[in-house]
């Protein structure tokens, strides 16, 4: 039952940013992501594991969210090998734009069907199972 609501709720999502935005659910989850980080970037690896893709369907998206300005990459001061994706303006801009469609989306397809008590127990369930996940060092 948790399965079928996600995916209803994400495929909703989904179509509603790419009509409005042109911009995939994934996408809009990982601009978000760093526009919630210490200074607009996360190491790679954090990011995947945030946004939960691969590595290299991290990559790949990243490549495309670059090349459409949304993001920049960084070099890693302590770690040669590593990365950090930080969010350009543009890039803060371009959430800032599809934020309005994507709450309204949560709130059409999760919260108006929840009365006050339920959302809280929702949201105790969620603290207890910390799904934030926490930044480590470069990647």
């Given at each position: 039952?948790?399965?079928?609501?996600?995916?209803?709720?994400?495929?909703?999502?989904?179509?509603?940013?790419?009509?409005?935005?042109?911009?995939?659910?994934?996408?809009?989850?990982?601009?978000?992501?760093?526009?919630?980080?210490?200074?607009?970037?996360?190491?790679?690896?954090?990011?995947a594991?945030?946004?939960?893709?691969?590595?290299?369907?991290?990559?790949?998206?990243?490549?495309?969210?670059?090349?459409?300005g949304?993001?920049?990459?960084?070099?890693?001061?302590?770690?040669?090998?590593?990365?950090?994706?930080?969010l350009?303006?543009?890039?803060?801009?371009?959430?800032?734009?599809?934020?309005?469609?994507?709450?309204r989306?949560?709130?059409t397809?999760?919260?108006?069907?929840?009365?006050?008590?339920?959302?809280?127990?929702?949201?105790a369930?969620?603290?207890?199972?910390?799904?934030?996940?926490?930044?480590?060092?470069?990647?």
């Amino acid at each position: 039952m948790l399965q079928r609501a996600q995916v209803r709720i994400t495929r909703h999502l989904e179509a509603e940013l790419l009509v409005a935005h042109e911009l995939p659910l994934a996408s809009y989850e990982v601009l978000m992501q760093l526009a919630e980080a210490p200074e607009r970037r996360l190491r790679m690896n954090d990011l995947a594991a945030r946004v939960l893709l691969s590595r290299s369907g991290l990559t790949r998206l990243i490549d495309r969210l670059q090349r459409d300005g949304l993001v920049t990459r960084e070099a890693c001061a302590d770690d040669a090998r590593g990365l950090y994706a930080v969010l350009s303006d543009r890039g803060a801009a371009r959430l800032a734009e599809a934020t309005p469609t994507y709450l309204r989306g949560i709130r059409t397809q999760f919260l108006d069907l929840l009365g006050s008590g339920e959302i809280a127990q929702v949201r105790a369930m969620l603290a207890r199972l910390d799904l934030t996940g926490a930044p480590q060092g470069c990647s």
